[in-house]
């Protein structure tokens, strides 16, 4: 009819089923779709591929920081990474410290036939002396001035023989030369070995613990004090009485009563 328009489909109707039955019959005989290879692909799908899949060394830290943080929970860090590990130089002085601060105890010597020479040679000379019943006699054997052998606890007194005599319960001072002889004639104590305070000290219970003393050893102690005596000992906590020092060169040191 004059006027009337139609769509191409119903112009040609035969046309539009003909290409329906065509792309029909082509998707059913397709095969699977494959991914393009390697070859087919264009430089710049390649490139981006290449991008996702290349290794990405701070992601594999981050890994490797994470799998180590998982192990280690809870979060808390171990001690030894606070504080230093042994044979650090700071432990090291540490022991060090303790070495030097640690008290070496004094050497009993028994047989004084070991005792160095000039030890040998004073201690003879003062034997000697106390034997003789003559207190004089003792005074060469004292040193004088700055290095004046200690005859009492305080300042030294101006004639170290009359300070002797004074502490003696006779006039002549000889009970002070029994006492000396008796206390030189036991074992001797070696005490501050190797350094400038090293001596020979008699007797040797002044250095050792009198509640560690055997029973031959307490004889020894009763034949220079008595039994009371070595009770107030105890409870003052070491031996008082009279001790004699003599340095390792054959100086007479001291011969005092005291701790």
Same mark, same amino acid.
């Given at each position: ?39 087919? @692909? ?30 280690? =929970? ?58 003789? #019943? ?11 001035? %700055? ?45 501050? =070995? ?33 039994? %009371?005596?070595?009770?107030?000992? @105890? ?9 004699? #020092?003599?340095?390792?060169? #054959? ?9």
């Amino acid at each position: 009819m004059p006027g009337k328009r139609f769509t191409s489909s119903s112009r040609h109707p035969t046309l539009a089923a003909v290409s329906t039955v065509v792309m029909a019959l082509m998707l059913a005989n397709a095969g699977p779709v494959h991914a393009l290879t390697d070859s087919e @692909k264009t430089p710049a799908q390649q490139t981006i591929e290449d991008r996702d899949n290349a290794v990405d060394p701070l992601k594999d830290q981050e890994s490797g920081d994470e799998e180590q943080m998982d192990d280690a =929970k809870p979060g808390l860090p171990m001690p030894d990474s606070l504080l230093g590990k042994p044979g650090d130089k700071a432990d090291d002085a540490g022991q060090d410290d303790k070495v030097d601060d640690t008290i070496v105890p004094a050497e009993i010597v028994l047989d004084l036939n070991r005792l160095p020479e000039p030890v040998k040679r004073m201690r003879v000379a003062i034997v000697e002396a106390a034997a003789s #019943g003559d207190i004089e006699r003792l005074r060469p054997l004292l040193q004088s001035g %700055a290095d004046a052998t200690q005859v009492s606890i305080g300042d030294a007194p101006e004639d170290p023989i009359a300070a002797l005599k004074s502490l003696s319960g006779d006039k002549e001072g000889r009970e002070v030369l029994g006492i000396l002889l008796d206390i030189i004639s036991t074992s001797a104590a070696h005490v501050d =070995k190797g350094t400038p305070n090293e001596l020979y000290v008699w007797p040797y219970f002044a250095e050792k613990p009198l509640d560690s003393l055997t029973p031959p050893e307490i004889v020894e102690l009763y034949r220079i004090v008595t039994a %009371a005596d070595v009770a107030d000992m @105890k409870e003052f906590g070491s031996y008082n009485f009279y001790r004699i #020092g003599i340095s390792p060169d #054959g100086k007479w040191k001291f011969f005092v009563a005291g701790d």
